[in-house]
């Protein structure tokens, strides 16, 4: 049983001795300094000394119904009093994850109507490289094999998925990426549009993707994947040229479009699907986060038509997890897409919220740190600068992110330091009240850092 007589000083003396966390140096976990969060409500979290935070990262950008909804407790009570467990294996199912399945081939775009459950969105990505090298072979292209993916992409940290990644430190920390996987530059306009107009530089940064085609050849090219808006990449929105321009280059090559829509989907963009907001209907999604608000971990890959009736022919599908479609977790997700839908919550980032928290936050566009701030919906970064006018970004060295983050940490606001941007992600339930309280804090946490760095 939990012991829930420990004091802080005990829970961190614990953690350090025993716990090896996620993306962590684990030099920071000794001494004390682990933080300890024990409750949630709405957008607001405490720490065990009873110290209250306002959630700017929606956890990991995925409580998108906020802290504390009874009626995900309920669904999953009744789910684990009545089953709290059977797998779909060996032609099995449960009504709870033919449900989920069949409610999400209503929201997700059309054609998009099969679905493979996970626990996690590395596994959902793990599982379409299989998927997809599998539907090519089928389909009697044995050589279309490898993935292209963007420069600081985050698609998960399993084997095949940290190879989809373009974070060179995570590919340094185990010796590089598995063969079959490249990468083309992200569509960042303000690091890399120079004298080009956004729609200018959204198509040439597409056509990067042509040249990588052609380079490797079409025949030996499965997919491309990329999150419509990159979120742990620093929320790199995309130039509304972008990705118009991808789908028809993967058209014309025969090549598989895989949104990974982690982070963007369940209403973060101000769509269901943050491929809905740009224009685009890919062959295969990944869902996780937002589809259960986290609660419980589950994921999904979408296939549409082609790509599954296709592997529906192959025979026995060689694939699949114990928890695949847990039913305890389908059973919290449908009761969070309820609350998603009842709520109206994607209209809610579309025409209310979205357009606060960007119109509120356009005002560091004039804050001697910032050099750009970008974002839609519930997405948003601040690019923090030296040099405003030369766009000269901070180095690691230099440090402005963590500083940053650190300075808003406290004030009472979560953010999050991708490199030397700091990026937002709240629920979708976030007050204006709230949205005006971030403001607040995140103007004192820029104040400090221009000070500190002298600007
Ligand atoms: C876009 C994207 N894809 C995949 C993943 C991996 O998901 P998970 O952490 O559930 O494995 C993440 C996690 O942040 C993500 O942001």
């Excluded at 607001?44 to 009874?70: E, K, P």
């Excluded at 449900?99 to 996970?118: N, R």
């Excluded at 380079?215 to 994947?225: D, K």
């Excluded at 808006?229 to 090549?255: F, H, L, M, N």
Aim: one cysteine or more; a negative charge; proline letters at 4%.
């Amino acid at each position: 049983m939990l012991d829930t007589t420990r004091t802080t000083g005990d829970l961190q003396a614990l953690d350090g001795a025993h716990h090896v966390h996620s993306f962590t140096d684990p030099a920071l976990i000794t001494g004390g300094k682990t933080r300890v969060v024990v409750r949630g409500e709405g957008c607001q979290i405490w720490d065990s000394d009873g110290r209250r935070f306002l959630d700017g990262m929606a956890g990991l950008w995925c409580v998108n119904i906020g802290y504390g909804r009874q009626e995900l407790v309920d669904a999953a009570a009744r789910q684990m009093t009545e089953l709290p467990f059977y797998s779909n294996h060996f032609q099995s199912t449960t009504p709870a994850m033919t449900e989920l399945a069949h409610k999400l081939s209503q929201l997700t775009p059309d054609g998009l109507d099969h679905f493979l459950f996970t626990s996690s969105g590395s596994e959902a990505n793990d599982t379409i490289v299989r998927m997809v090298r599998y539907f090519w072979k089928l389909q009697g292209k044995d050589t279309k094999r490898t993935f292209i993916s963007r420069t600081m992409a985050y698609h998960g940290s399993t084997l095949a998925a940290v190879s989809l990644c373009g974070m060179p430190h995570m590919h340094a920390m185990d010796g590089g990426t598995l063969p079959g996987f490249a990468h083309i530059q992200h569509p960042h306009w303000y690091m890399f549009g120079g004298e080009l107009t956004k729609e200018e530089f959204g198509l040439q940064a597409a056509q990067a993707l042509e040249r990588k085609i052609l380079e490797l050849g079409p025949e030996n090219v499965a997919a491309f994947i990329g999150e419509p808006v990159q979120g742990a990449g620093g929320v790199i929105d995309p130039p509304s040229t972008y990705w118009p321009e991808i789908q028809r280059i993967c058209r014309k090559y025969d090549v598989l479009l895989i949104a990974d829509e982690v982070i963007c989907g369940f209403g973060r963009t101000g769509e269901w699907f943050g491929a809905q907001t740009y224009g685009v209907t890919p062959d295969l999604m990944t869902l996780a986060k937002g589809l259960s608000s986290g609660y419980l971990p589950i994921a999904a890959v979408a296939m549409n038509k082609r790509v599954f009736e296709t592997i529906g022919a192959g025979g026995l599908l060689a694939h699949g997890y114990t928890y695949s479609g847990h039913p305890v977790a389908c059973a919290v997700a449908l009761a969070n897409i309820d609350i998603i839908e009842r709520e109206g919550l994607v209209d809610r980032v579309r025409n209310d919220i979205g357009p606060y928290l960007h119109q509120a936050l356009a005002q560091f566009e004039q804050h001697p740190v910032v050099g750009e701030v970008r974002g839609i919906g519930t997405l948003a970064a601040l690019q923090l600068v030296k040099g405003k006018d030369t766009r000269e970004i901070f180095t690691v060295e230099d440090g402005a992110g963590v500083f940053c983050r650190e300075a808003s940490y406290n004030q009472g606001l979560i953010v999050r330091a991708v490199g030397q941007s700091i990026v937002l992600s709240p629920s979708l339930v976030i007050t204006h009240a709230e949205i005006d309280e971030i403001i607040v804090k995140l103007k004192r946490a820029l104040d400090e850092t221009a000070r500190h760095f002298g600007l």
